[in-house]
């Protein structure tokens, strides 16, 4: 397990995987900068630990987990900018809706799950935008499977609640459908 990480692997890490990532960190801080600040801070550390990396293990679930944390590490910093420079402006919200979002139903959706607290944002965003498994998100959190599928019940139950009955169905291809919001 201790590998140095080539410039072709690396190269290759990168070119396969930043598209992902970037989209995730967009989905979580709405914002065209922080998704790239994110995305590049992700690769660095990625880089920087291919060392600890598991080569039995797949690295996807490994390369979110250090996402997550640049995420939650950059939002926490955002929070503070925000509280310190009050006349601050959220950027990239229209932009984002305008090309993510297509039609009025996914906007809706869009806006509840922005509701939810940040666990439930993220279990949202890796299985449904990013299209992982349970699996491979319970390991890029850290946490048991049955906690994953405990925390993607707890979202989509509150997803429910927030629509009051609409019919959106959110499955990915070949899994189980967790639920009807």
């Known amino acids: 397990m201790n590998q140095n990480i080539t410039q072709a692997q690396a190269e290759t890490i990168f070119h396969d995987y930043s598209p992902q ?93 922005h509701k939810l607290t940040q666990k439930s944002r993220e279990i949202i965003v890796m299985h449904y935008y990013s299209g992982l498994k349970l699996s491979e998100i319970a390991t890029a959190l850290g946490i048991p499977l049955g906690t994953c599928k405990s925390r993607l019940n707890a979202a989509l139950n509150s997803l429910g609640k927030q629509l009051h009955g609409n019919n959106i169905m959110m499955a990915n291809e070949g899994e189980d459908v967790y639920g009807t919001i």
């Open 21 to 113: 990532i970037y989209r995730a960190a967009m989905f979580l801080t709405e914002s065209p900068t922080l998704a790239d600040d994110i995305t590049q801070d992700t690769f660095i550390q990625v880089f920087r630990k291919y060392h600890r990396y598991d080569p039995a293990k797949p690295i996807l679930p490994w390369i979110y987990k250090i996402a997550l944390n640049m995420t939650r590490k950059t939002l926490r910093r955002q929070k503070l900018f925000f509280l310190i420079r009050e006349d601050s402006v959220k950027e990239g919200r229209n932009v984002v809706e305008d090309v993510v979002l297509k039609n009025e139903q996914d906007e809706e959706l869009w806006k509840e799950i």
